[in-house]
């Protein structure tokens, strides 16, 4: 395992703390719109309420992990990035440019105070580091080539 240089917590929201529950309350809805009616029409058989309680746990308690499960680490070879149960492993050196975004796209950040990282042939990923400006130092000493642009 690689050696961790540096560890950095998501940027969090308020907002999103706000809609954190909402989000869990909508997905158990949907899930008992339809998952709801194939336990009706199995009589109630236990492994149908079994798995209507599964997705309903699941649908709570995702919310909470991207919540306290989403951070950076920078290691001597790769940017580790955990979200819940997601994970991506960049390496280093494949990142080609930093930029600061709001944008609203799907990603592993909790903030719209954002980090565009473009790495390989035309990738990028999105994250929100609480201290962004010494996420941006320290991804500059583990790949000095980076291009840091929009600050």
């Known amino acids: 395992m690689a050696q961790?240089?540096?560890?950095?917590?998501?940027?969090v929201d308020s907002w999103l703390i706000a809609i954190g529950p909402l989000a869990g309350l909508t997905a158990i809805t949907a899930v008992a719109g339809v998952v709801g009616p194939?336990?009706?029409?199995?009589?109630?058989?236990?492994?149908?309420?079994a798995l209507l309680a599964a997705i309903?746990?699941?649908?709570?308690?995702?919310?909470?992990?991207?919540?306290?499960?989403?951070?950076?680490?920078?290691?001597?070879?790769?940017?580790?990035i955990r979200c819940?149960?997601?994970?991506?492993?960049?390496?280093?050196?494949?990142?080609?440019?930093?930029?600061?975004?709001r944008s609203w796209i799907s990603s592993p950040a909790l903030s719209l105070d954002r980090l565009c990282i473009r790495h390989g042939a035309g990738r990028s990923i999105l994250v929100s580091p609480r201290e962004k400006q010494r996420f941006i130092e320290a991804l500059r000493q583990c790949c000095p080539s980076v291009l840091v642009t929009g600050f």
């Open 38 to 49: 194939f336990v009706l029409n199995s009589g109630g058989a236990p492994p149908m309420l």
């Open 84 to 101: 819940g149960p997601f994970r991506w492993r960049i390496a280093l050196s494949d990142v080609r440019e930093v930029s600061p975004s």
């Open 56 to 80: 309903t746990a699941f649908s709570l308690l995702l919310p909470l992990w991207l919540l306290l499960d989403t951070n950076y680490t920078l290691t001597a070879e790769e940017l580790l």
């Open 4 to 11: 961790i240089r540096s560890f950095f917590p998501s940027r």
